[in-house]
């Protein structure tokens, strides 16, 4: 399924053959899970789902999806095609699971308009101009009454990762990325501002829930190299630090890291929070 313009440019975070099955082997189990999970539980059961899916990467959680909505048919939409290739794999070894998968490549896209009971959306990109982009075409495709999900680590989410950073701009003078990594957090909106956001979106019965959770990783470098950063966090946090230019200040984090907690592993705070309303 492709649309069009404008279209997603250097904003986008496509995924490599190998690295879309590291994704669906490690990101996912260990990190987007912790999205998935709390998604799922908020999803309202209806006869007859049509679910489509934005940013459905290797296709999780969509047979959790299938069995929450028993003879649902789900689209996953996805800028990744070696992403989108696996989810279709994976799908053609679920018969009991009707689901489909195209490439996104644009907003507003060219689904139907009122044609879904759900839409669905994990991790999305921080950033409140894309961010809000996502929530009209879900409010656009939604049938009367349907049910957006989004799910999104809110603000106080990497909090070590930004005390640290904090900690290199002070030691190097460097303003510019002390004034980055104040407005990257900012970016990240509270549970209240979240709501706001779906409201003046135009839906209503709007719930945020917030679940605290943290991943564990064993030292600076395994922090740094993990597929979980490789793959979701950095070209996150490079976006919302408006820069490209991110190893110097991650090479500190990594030795912060292996300097502050060599007694014990690493743990990384994340604040999961969880919309759901209708439209």
Known sequence: MTASSPDLGPRSTRL????????ETFVVPRYLSLF???ALETIVEVESAEVVHFGCRTGYPDRGLALRLPGA????LDESRA???????????MPDMTAEYGLL???PTSLPDAAFTHA?????????????QLVAEMARVLAPGGQLVIAIPLRGSFGEVADLLR???????????????ERAMSQRPTVEAFSSEIEEAGFRDVDVTLRPCAVEFANGRAFVEDPITRLLLMPEFRRNLGTEEAAKPFDYVRDAIDKYWSEGEFELSVHVGCVTARR
């Open 36 to 38: 998935g999970e709390l």
């Open 120 to 132: 669905l959306a994990l991790h999305p990109l921080a950033a409140p101009e894309e961010r809000m």
């Open 167 to 181: 900690e290199c701009s002070l030691k190097r003078d460097d303003t510019r990325l002390a004034a980055a990594v």
């Open 16 to 23: 490599a053959p190998a690295d879309a099955a590291i994704f």
């Open 83 to 93: 992403a989108i290739e696996l989810a279709r794999a994976k799908a053609a070894t």
């Open 73 to 76: 048919r789900i689209l996953g």
């Open 105 to 107: 490549d644009a907003f």
